[in-house]
């Protein structure tokens, strides 16, 4: 009882196994589209900027864009969770959130 179809199956399983592997330790993504984040506590916020200290106590600071997206009306002091961009020297938030708990 030898089915074909199971034994192409199984062989084409097997062509493309390495490949799928090998795509879990490469990273194709370039640098300019890959999402960075941190961790930290406002030391500003504008329309334009943030700035936070950062678990490490290093000064970090962010440009806001028109596509920023601000999860909540915090201040000064807050703890939060900033998802950003790298684009050259400068870093754009995609997304700061209070960090709660």
Same mark, same amino acid.
């Given at each position: ?7 192409i199956l199984? +062989?084409? +399983?097997?062509? +493309? ?13 370039? +640098? ?20 936070? &200290?950062?678990?490490?106590?290093? &000064? ?25 961009? &790298? ?15």
């Open positions: 009882m030898h089915n074909p179809g199971l034994a199984c +062989l084409i +399983l097997i062509t +493309l196994q390495p490949s799928c592997i090998w795509k879990l330790w490469t990273n194709d993504t370039p +640098l300019e589209e890959r999402i960075y984040d941190v961790y930290g506590t406002i030391e500003s916020i504008s329309n334009d900027e943030l700035i936070i &200290q950062s678990s490490k106590n290093q &000064q970090q600071t962010f440009q806001m864009g028109p596509s920023s997206v601000r999860g909540g009306d915090f201040k000064a002091g807050a703890y939060v969770h900033v998802y950003y961009k &790298q684009k050259e020297a400068i870093k754009e938030v995609t997304m700061v959130v209070e960090k709660i708990g």
